[in-house]
C-alpha cells in the first residue's frame, strides 16, 4: 500500500493548490470544501494515475514524487473539475454520468489511465477498488432535479441569513 508523499519542498507552490494536494492528500483549495465523496473519487483517480504513471512514465519521474509533471498536471486539472462537479455528495461514476466536466483531451487521457489502472486497482488497492465498484450501482442523479435542490437551498440560506 502506497502512503502519500510529503510535498517537494524545493518545488515551488502552484497558485490555487493546497501544498498538501501535490500529495494526493487533498484537491484544490479553490476555497469551497469539497465532501467525503468527491474526496473518495479524488484518492482514486490520485491512485490509478500513481499505477499508470509508474509504469509508463517511470523514467520522468521527478525525485520524492508519485507522478511525473505531464501526470501531475492530469491529477490537478481532474481534482478541479471533481471540485466543481454540479452532483457532489449525489455525482455518479464519471463514465455514467450525463454531464462531461474535463475536455476532449484531458477525456481520453483519464480514459486512457482508467484502461490501465482499472484492473490492476484490486491488487494495488483492494478498499478503493470494492467502493468504486460499490459506486457504479448507485443512482445516476437527473442534473435538473440536482441544480433546482441546490438553487433552493441557496434561497433557503439567502432568507435565512437576511432576517435580523
Not at 39 to 55: G, N, V
Amino acid at each position: 500500500m502506497s502512503k502519500p508523499l510529503a510535498p517537494n519542498p524545493a518545488e515551488p507552490a502552484e497558485p490555487g493548490i493546497d501544498s498538501s494536494a501535490r500529495s494526493g492528500i487533498v484537491g484544490p483549495s479553490v476555497g469551497s470544501s469539497v465532501g467525503p465523496r468527491i474526496r473518495h473519487e479524488q484518492r482514486t483517480i490520485d491512485a490509478m494515475l500513481a499505477i499508470y504513471c509508474r509504469d509508463h512514465h517511470r523514467l520522468h519521474h521527478r525525485p520524492g514524487t508519485r507522478h511525473c509533471a505531464e501526470c501531475e498536471q492530469l491529477r490537478l486539472y481532474a481534482h478541479q473539475r471533481l471540485a466543481s462537479c454540479p452532483f457532489q455528495e449525489e455525482k455518479p461514476v464519471c463514465n455514467r454520468c450525463e454531464v462531461h466536466c474535463y475536455s476532449a483531451v484531458k477525456r481520453e487521457q483519464v480514459r486512457a489511465v482508467m484502461r490501465y489502472a482499472g484492473p490492476r486497482m484490486p491488487l494495488r488497492h483492494p478498499w478503493l477498488a470494492l467502493r468504486h465498484l460499490l459506486d457504479k450501482l448507485r443512482r445516476v442523479p437527473s442534473l435538473a432535479r440536482v441544480l433546482a435542490r441546490t438553487k433552493t437551498r441557496r434561497r433557503t440560506n439567502t432568507k435565512e441569513h437576511d432576517q435580523p
